[in-house]
């Protein structure tokens, strides 16, 4: 199968919500009957696995993988609440520089065989990790939140989309996206925080979808429970759904967030604030 | 601030004695913007380039050139540094004769020195006739926002940006530069001293614009022009901007 594609989640700045936004991308992936795998790429400070409730269950890992001390079937962990989902996990005892050119090229090469969807999360930064995790997308999802610095971050991550991959490399062109997360339509609205239109205009990619500032994405994290399996009738779910949805080609329209509070509600709150 | 330093040919002995200056102060120059009086040189381009040259291999940061007006230059300028005026002279003091040095060792260190060097000023010379004899088109037109971390350099003409310049990139260009989008990273034109280069945007939101030298870093940019479609020129010594509002 060589219709297989790869997805890096990447942003720059670091605690933007990667980890989470590919656990539940890749979940809501996996809903839709596709064969996805989640891969860590956070040599050293991994989370993808507590994230997706497989940390009891990590034996070999992706430098395991990338050294031959284990074959790929051995250290992929399938999920258990879906089988179509499974996970690669980062090794923790090593750093970035375990991670070689060949052997990711190898491992992706591998992967591309047995799965439709490849997701790669990046650790944050510009440098090694991050590269090689970008270096076979074909498409990057890139996760900001919105407020300027993220922002400039993640412009700096889609120069280095158009121009360190393989794909850019042969000319050709990543298909890129933008993730909002953490949007608060209230602060958005005051003033506080960059509006989704905003950050459209400086970056000036696709928009894939909005995920507002939630305690469902929260508790589903710490619960190793993607929000999309965890409470898949939040809003945040949905978001999520619909970008899955978006990435396996349907039109979908992207929501964004409003303040949903009624007029009595906004009263009193401004008269506390 | 800037430094004055005044070569006296034979550029090889002053060469020689500024090295020693430099050896005697390590770092003296370390980041140190330097004018470079050329009065005392003869107008001919060839030792004006392996002058340049080899104080851009010793390092150190030519601001410009100063003591001879463009006019007498022509296009002998073109590629150098651009031509000043003002700045404060330091002096060279004479190397001292080190008596207690080797001078076998050190005659034999010189004559190796000077052969690479040789070679090395030819390949430099060489390299920047080259790209003098096949210029990159005049006209740079890209047609991708640049991004962050980005930096753009063409030193041929103009640049005309199809998209938005963001902040944290920057864009160096000899001639104009032109942004259809939003202009919020740095923008230098007239790098190479061009006093007629102009910066056209279409939103203004720049981290800093500059023409030939003189700038304004984004506390400076006229309000009135913040956000608006705007153009930049050099009146002077002022660096001037104001809105395109589409009335002639």
Known sequence: ?273 | MAFVLSPMPPIAEWLTEFDAFAARSPGFFAGRPVVVDIAHMPASRPELVHLVTELKRRHITIMGLDGRSPGELGADARGLPPILSGGKEIALAQPKVDSEAEPNAEAVDDAQDIVRDAAVTEAALAAIEEAMATPDPATLILSDPIRSGQSVVHLTGDVVVIGSVASGSEVVSSGSIHVYGALRGRAIAGSNGDQAARVFAQSLNAELVAIAGLYKTAEDLDRACLGAPTHAWLDGDTLKMSAINGKV
């Open chain 1, 1 to 273: 199968m060589t219709m297989a594609k790869v997805i890096v989640v990447t942003s720059g700045k670091g605690g933007v919500g990667k980890t989470t936004s590919t656990a539940a991308l890749g979940a809501a992936l996996a809903q839709t009957g596709k064969q996805v795998c989640v891969v860590d790429f956070d040599v050293g400070l991994r989370n993808l696995d507590l994230v997706m409730g497989a940390e009891r269950r990590v034996v070999f890992d992706l430098i395991n993988v990338i050294n031959g001390e284990a074959k790929l079937h051995q250290a992929i962990i399938r999920d258990k609440r879906l089988d179509n989902l499974s996970l690669l996990p980062a090794s923790q005892t090593r750093d970035k520089d375990a991670l070689t050119e060949e052997g990711v090229a190898g491992v992706i090469e591998e992967m591309r065989d047995k799965f439709d969807y490849i997701l790669c999360d990046s650790p944050a930064g510009i440098e090694r990790g991050a590269t090689l995790a970008m270096r076979h997308a074909d498409i990057a999802v890139v996760v900001t939140n919105p407020e300027v610095s993220s922002v400039r971050d993640s412009d700096r991550i889609i120069g280095l989309v158009d121009s360190k991959t393989q794909k850019a490399e042969n000319d050709e062109r990543v298909e890129k996206y933008l993730l909002v997360t953490r949007y608060d339509p209230i602060r958005a609205d005051k003033g506080e925080m960059l509006k989704v239109d905003d950050v459209l205009e400086i970056l000036s990619i696709p928009l894939l979808a909005v995920v507002p500032e939630s305690q469902d994405v929260l508790k589903a994290s710490n619960l190793g429970m993607p929000v999309t399996l965890g409470s898949p009738n939040s809003y945040a779910a949905r978001a999520y759904t619909n970008a899955a949805r978006k990435i396996t080609g349907e039109n979908v329209s992207v929501e964004i967030p409003q303040d949903t509070r009624g007029i009595f509600s906004k009263f009193f709150a401004r008269k506390a604030a």
